[in-house]
């Protein structure tokens, strides 16, 4: 699967979207309108204008969509949810070669809110995964402790972790302890 530079920022974006959630391990992300504006910084969204929390509380609700595209087993339910997005989000396709890089599509309109602009250029990046039929490579960590959602680009889809370094050897090295502990006891 081709995966074109501003689709694999969208990736990029959408996971670490999804992954601001806060759970039983880690606090909200997104927690106020400075850090929504450190998230559009990190990831240079452009046409973005001056953040409130209006759009704080919409990031966070297209968060939780997408949270659910990541959570369905069900190409249909994925899409569905998907669709809903793009939808909501008045995609308008358009080509553009702005800041050094060479063209590609934006799917947002021009002057669209963040929330906007994250449904529509995420949604569409994730489209392309349903459409070819590889949904299963938008995962959650398999980690117990850990949930985090990743894109395994892995070619032969074996990505278990979001991070092997943390979450893969954490558990590779509880894994050889126990072990080492029952061949000696």
């Known amino acids: 699967m081709l995966i074109t530079h501003d689709t694999r920022c969208s990736l990029d974006a959408v996971v670490d979207l999804v992954n601001t959630a806060p759970d039983d391990n880690t606090t909200d992300g997104l927690a106020d309108v400075a850090s929504l504006a450190d998230f559009v ?3 240079e969204f452009s ?3 001056v953040l409130s929390e209006h759009d704080l509380a919409a990031v966070r609700g297209v968060r939780g ?44 309109a021009p002057g669209a809110s963040v929330a906007d602009h994250l449904a529509a250029d995420c949604g569409m990046a994730l489209a392309f995964f349903v459409v070819a039929g590889e949904q299963d490579r938008l995962r959650r960590c398999e980690a117990p402790d ?11 889809r074996s990505r278990r972790y979001c991070d092997s370094r ?15 502990k029952e061949a000696a006891g």
């Open 41 to 43: 910084r990190k990831h």
């Open 47 to 49: 046409d973005v204008g």
């Open 65 to 108: 969509r997408f949270a659910g595209v990541f959570a369905a087993d069900d190409p249909r339910i994925a899409a569905a949810l998907i669709n809903e997005l793009v939808a909501a989000a008045g995609t308008t396709p358009r080509l553009t070669d702005h800041d050094g890089y060479d063209w590609h599509v934006h799917y947002f």
């Open 146 to 156: 850990c949930r985090r959602a990743f894109v395994d680009l892995s070619r032969n």
């Open 166 to 180: 943390t979450c893969g050897n954490r558990l590779h090295v509880a894994a050889y302890r126990a072990r080492r």
